[in-house]
């Protein structure tokens, strides 16, 4: 049932054809709060084609409307008001949540067409920053609203495990690096080879040479430079996966820079075929002065290829092997102009992708007003920072719910829920500071307060016992109960809006409001009192938890049923 049509249909008769649905329903605004309607229809637009006041414009179309169709329309003003009819809405919202369950809000406007995401994407032999953590929980929050969308997402993570760096972390390891060590504490010991190597090649720029002739070596594929690489390289990624299963993220391809080694001689043939690269002290590059960007380094004098290099062969690779629908790049606003940069070579070059390549950057993040990043030789914070959420998330629950059986599973699932739900509630391009107690509050805007909702509802249902709860027929007229069954009716629009704007916040702002309006509900109303109406209250609050918890698996929290 929907009803913006119901009152676009009603419109257009009263106005005579004088508009088009399209323009009605153009107009067509939300009044802020249930008591000014539940659709308003402006006038004063109206007024220089009509010839006549707004307020008189408002009377007559109220005096035409069949007003059977509504509860009541209501002139204010300027405005018409229009009130829907309580119990045939609450049943058809009933209905269309409680049959679909799960699935409600899924649509197929995606056709299941491929889209890449390039996400987290962290460098080998250098922790895991702030924001590959947001650049994980965006991306992922994103295959799963791209998924309810009929999309085909391809989570990749594009590890930056190549370059000239790791000819300078072979020549620090072989130089003053010891296996045990490395062993022992990875990440750790390998950022503090690097930073030596940086502090000694001022006085030693012999070593730089080392290094280049070992970048050389690895990409020639020499086998003792092949085996460290691979080793920083495993032992990195296996303190990266940590943090992936803590946040619940997994990854469909692995697909580094390395992995496009092997491309590049191609992407250098098709630049000099097209006569792209022109020569610049040495180096090779690609004018890009007609974008207005600066030229794109490609080739170095030595030969060395380029992070854009290897992103082109990137580009290249997912046109081909994915046809892609769209081309996602989940990656920080400082690299904006590198990926206008990369964009337009690609356009340049004439590869498909260049059209539907889009940038999808975020803001920074500090937490507690601290800047996580990568200081010489410190250790991964972020790992410490879900600890310390999951902590605290344990201590609040022993409070509040000292009897809850499984109490660790739970704390886990709050403390990391905290810390993902406080990143996505932010519209991804603000900067944003974390402050984790905040973050954990089980009232206010956070995830604990929407799983805290959502266990909420589990209980209330818990306590029914055995009332048998239909799909159908749950008339629910109580004007308490409004907002939220008006929540529920808009769920797939929001997951039609943040696919289009690729914006998980609007499904957390979503999840906030549903709640938010749901515990009105719960105070005002005693829902378990044994009446007529009882299974219908329950088809309310069954609805809720359903919605709830689906909006949060969109954003990759979970939803204990108690806690
Ligand atoms: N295709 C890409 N360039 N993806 C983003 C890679 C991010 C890069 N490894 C960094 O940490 O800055």
Same mark, same amino acid.
């Given at each position: 049932m929907d009803y913006k049509q119901k009152?676009?249909?009603?419109?257009?008769?009263?106005?005579?054809?004088?508009?088009?649905?399209?323009?009605?329903?153009?107009?067509?605004?939300?009044?802020?709060?249930? =008591?000014? /309607?539940d659709l308003a229809f402006p006038t004063f637009t109206l007024a220089k084609v009509l010839h006549r006041a707004p307020q008189q414009i408002a009377q007559d179309l109220a005096d035409k409307l069949a007003t059977t169709d509504f509860e009541k329309v209501e002139v204010v003003g300027p405005y018409l008001n229009f009130f829907f009819d309580k119990s045939t809405y609450s049943e058809a919202t009933l209905e269309t949540v409680l049959t679909a369950g799960a699935s409600y809000?899924?649509?197929e406007d995606g056709e299941g067409g491929n889209v890449p995401i390039d996400m987290s994407s962290p460098n080998i032999a250098k922790p895991m920053s702030m924001g590959h953590l947001r650049s994980t929980v965006i991306g992922n929050s994103i295959a799963e609203i791209l998924t309810k969308n009929g999309y085909h997402p391809i989570k990749d993570n594009h590890l930056g495990d190549w370059g000239t760096q790791f000819g300078k972390l072979i020549t620090a390891y072989k130089l003053w690096g010891n296996e045990a060590d490395v062993k022992a504490d990875p990440i750790n010991k390998l950022v503090e080879y690097y930073v030596r190597f940086h502090k000694e090649d001022v006085d030693k720029p012999?070593?730089? =040479?080392?290094?280049r002739e070992w970048f050389k070596k690895l990409e020639d594929g020499d086998e003792e430079a092949h085996h460290l690489w691979e080793w920083f390289r495993e032992a990195s990624l296996q303190e990266f996966n940590d943090v992936y299963k803590e946040l619940g993220v997994k990854f469909d391809t692995y697909n580094g820079e390395a992995f496009y080694n092997d491309k590049l001689a191609e992407v250098v043939q098709i630049l000099k075929d097209k006569h792209l690269l022109v020569e610049s002290q040495g180096a090779q590059v690609v004018d890009l002065s007609k974008y207005d960007l600066n030229p794109a380094l490609i080739l170095k004098s030595d030969g060395a290829s380029l992070y854009i290099t290897r992103d082109i062969a990137t580009a290249l690779y997912r046109d081909r092997t994915y046809a892609p629908a769209k081309n996602l790049y989940v990656v920080g606003s400082e690299q904006t102009y590198y990926f206008k940069q990369l964009k337009a070579v690609l356009k340049e070059m004439g590869v498909k992708s260049a059209d539907n390549l889009q940038h999808v950057p975020f803001g920074l993040i500090t937490v507690d007003g601290k800047k996580l990043s990568t200081r010489s030789g410190r250790i991964i914070l972020?790992?410490?920072?879900?600890?310390?959420?999951?902590?605290?998330?344990?201590?609040?629950?022993?409070?509040? +719910?000292? =009897?809850?059986?499984?109490?660790?599973?739970?704390?886990?699932?709050? /403390?990391?829920?905290?810390?993902?739900?406080?990143?996505?509630?932010?519209?991804?391009? +603000? +900067?944003?500071?974390?402050?984790?107690a905040d973050q954990l509050k089980f009232e206010g805007e956070t995830g604990p307060y929407v799983q805290y909702?959502?266990?909420?509802?589990?209980? $209330?249902?818990?306590?029914?016992?055995?009332?048998?709860?239909?799909?159908?027929?749950?008339?629910?007229? =109580?004007?308490?109960?409004?907002?939220?069954?008006?929540?529920?009716?808009?769920?797939?629009? $929001?997951?039609?809006?943040a696919c289009d704007e690729l914006e998980p916040s609007v499904v957390a702002k979503y999840a906030i409001r549903l709640a938010k309006t749901f515990n009105k509900y719960y105070a005002h109303s005693k829902i378990l009192t044994k009446d007529a109406d009882l299974p219908a209250r329950l088809a309310l609050v069954k609805a809720v938890s359903t919605v709830l918890k689906e909006s949060l698996r969109l954003l990759g929290v979970q939803a204990p049923d108690e806690m």
């Open positions: 009152v676009t249909a009603a419109l257009v008769k009263a106005l005579d054809g004088q508009l088009t649905a399209e323009e009605i329903a153009s107009k067509l605004e939300r009044p802020k709060t249930s =008591d000014k /309607g809000g899924q649509n012999e070593l730089d =040479d080392t290094a972020l790992a410490k920072v879900l600890e310390e959420s999951v902590k605290l998330a344990g201590e609040e629950i022993n409070e509040k +719910n000292p =009897d809850l059986k499984n109490r660790q599973v739970v704390a886990q699932q709050v /403390g990391v829920g905290a810390i993902v739900f406080g990143d996505l509630k932010n519209e991804r391009t +603000n +900067n944003i500071d974390f402050v984790l909702s959502h266990a909420r509802a589990e209980s $209330i249902l818990r306590k029914a016992g055995d009332v048998e709860v239909a799909a159908t027929g749950n008339q629910v007229a =109580d004007p308490e109960a409004w907002d939220t069954i008006k929540a529920l009716a808009d769920f797939p629009a $929001i997951v039609k809006m």
